[in-house]
């Protein structure tokens, strides 16, 4: 326990990390309730939200952009999704962390 706590502190701090997709709702695979299905990813660095687009991939194929909310945390990315009627989703992120490099994944949700 002591060793490992050591070692976590020696590590040196990485300031300059690419981000890393940390939690997000609506979760990964999971099921959430329509129409309106508020979105908040968060990472393990700073993003740059003006540089970070989110994009949600529709039950038809068709993606559109997300407009992303004025930041309340430098480490999350907030928005909401509105009018989405039952079926799978995803939301494409593409983010701008700190160390300028870029980072992107997917997160596949489902609407009842
Ligand atoms: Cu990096």
Redesign the pocket.
């Known amino acids: 326990m002591t060793a490992i706590a050591v070692t976590l502190i020696t590590i040196p701090r990485v300031a300059?990390?690419?981000a890393v997709l940390m939690r997000s709702l609506p979760a990964a695979n999971s099921t959430v309730h329509g129409p309106d299905v508020p979105v908040t990813i968060q990472f393990n660095s700073r993003v740059d939200s003006a540089r970070s687009t989110l994009l949600l991939s529709m039950p038809g194929g068709e993606a559109k952009p997300l407009v992303l909310e004025k930041q309340t945390a430098p480490d999350t990315l907030t928005t909401h999704a509105t009018q989405l009627t039952p079926g799978k989703y995803a939301i494409r992120w593409q983010v701008l962390?700190t160390?300028?490099?870029i980072t992107r994944g997917q997160i596949s949700f489902a609407v009842q």
């Open positions: 300059s990390a690419h962390a160390d300028g490099h």
